[in-house]
């Protein structure tokens, strides 16, 4: 644990997430909102930006607190015996604050370009994630899978000699790479205050022209990298250190009953959809 008082981290943990929301959603803004001098410089731009900005962010915090920025991380080691749940609140109440203060400043930063901006959802992606295809059973597996090798990858880099100061650049081309591997589908939130908290401030702000904030599906890239980060902390604790947790089979038992039920509403969804396309079908044959 770090040897600052857990104010101290707290802070530490403001700190950091707003620098990782200040860049990571100030590159979308700046490559989907129009007018900007970087619009439709594209998903790598997006990919590398977002693995730079949590680096950023780990380099800022890092001398206060463990530099998370990230309660499914939080959440995964506290579950897997490697964090204090004392500590909890401090760091998922730090991570959210922070990612509130970034949306706020990226919302001011870019001001006249949200008027300038027709495409709701392109203001939207700013601040939040959305799947390519909404598909929900795929989405929370592709969140999930995001997350799992982010937390796993992270315990792993901890555990290899690394010259001092390098980790934070490490993890950031973890996060470059699981960006342009597996981001493609979901946008890969993988981080619940990188999702959430920007989506309420979408919610909250008086945007130009904003549109819907897409509560239906803001509990994806939150359960999905809670799940996610629960697995891979409990599964490397048992691959590496043979410590096997109940965590484990509890988060993989939820994954798979909350799979089984988007599974049955998706289906569900599906026969009402072409119902109402017989339906319409059969009226407008009548008319004609």
Same mark, same amino acid.
């Given at each position: ?6 104010? @101290?981290?707290?802070?530490? !943990? ?9 860049? +990571? ?7 989907v $909102? ?7 410089? %594209?998903? #790598?731009?997006i ?6 900005? *949590? ?6 915090? %890092? ?13 995964? $080691? ?15 109440? +730090? ?10 400043? *990226?919302? $001011? ?14 203001? @939207? ?16 597996? %592709? ?7 982010? #937390? ?9 000699e690394?010259?001092?100061? @390098? ?11 699981? +960006? ?6 979901? %946008?890969?939130?993988?981080n619940?205050?990188?999702?959430l ?6 919610a *909250?702000?008086?945007?130009? +022209?904003?549109?819907?904030s ?36 509890i ?7 909350? !799979? ?8 569900k !969804? ?19």
């Amino acid at each position: 644990m770090m040897d600052t008082s857990l104010v @101290l981290q707290f802070v530490g !943990e403001i700190l950091g997430t707003f620098i990782l929301i200040l860049f +990571g959603g100030g590159v979308v803004a700046g490559v989907v $909102l129009d007018k900007t001098k970087a619009n439709n410089a %594209g998903w #790598v731009v997006i990919t590398i930006a977002w693995g730079l900005a *949590v680096a950023m962010g780990a380099y800022v915090s %890092g001398y206060l607190s463990l530099a998370h920025l990230n309660p499914a991380l939080t959440l995964g $080691l506290a579950f897997a015996g490697e964090f204090p749940w004392t500590s909890v609140p401090a760091y998922v109440g +730090g991570q959210f604050i922070g990612a509130f203060i970034g949306a706020t400043v *990226v919302w $001011l930063h870019y001001y006249p370009h949200w008027k300038a901006t027709k495409d709701q959802g392109a203001k @939207l992606s700013v601040f939040a994630t959305g799947p390519a295809i909404r598909h929900y059973t795929s989405n929370l597996f %592709g969140e999930v899978v995001g997350t799992f090798v982010l #937390v796993f990858g992270i315990m792993s880099i901890g555990a290899n000699e690394i010259s001092a100061g @390098l980790n934070p650049l490490i993890v950031g081309a973890l996060i470059v790479v699981i +960006g342009m591997a597996l981001g493609g589908t979901t %946008g890969y939130a993988i981080n619940p205050a990188r999702d959430l908290g920007p989506r309420i401030m979408h919610a *909250v702000l008086p945007i130009s +022209g904003k549109g819907s904030s897409d509560w239906g599906y803001s509990w994806i890239p939150v359960v999905g990298p809670i799940l996610g980060a629960t697995i891979a902390a409990t599964a490397y604790n048992l691959i590496i250190h043979h410590q096997l947790s109940i965590w484990l089979f509890i988060s993989i038992a939820v994954l798979i009953i909350v !799979e089984v039920i988007t599974i049955s509403s998706t289906k569900k !969804e599906q026969n009402v959809q072409k119902k109402h396309k017989v339906q319409k079908y059969n009226y407008t044959k009548e008319k004609s």
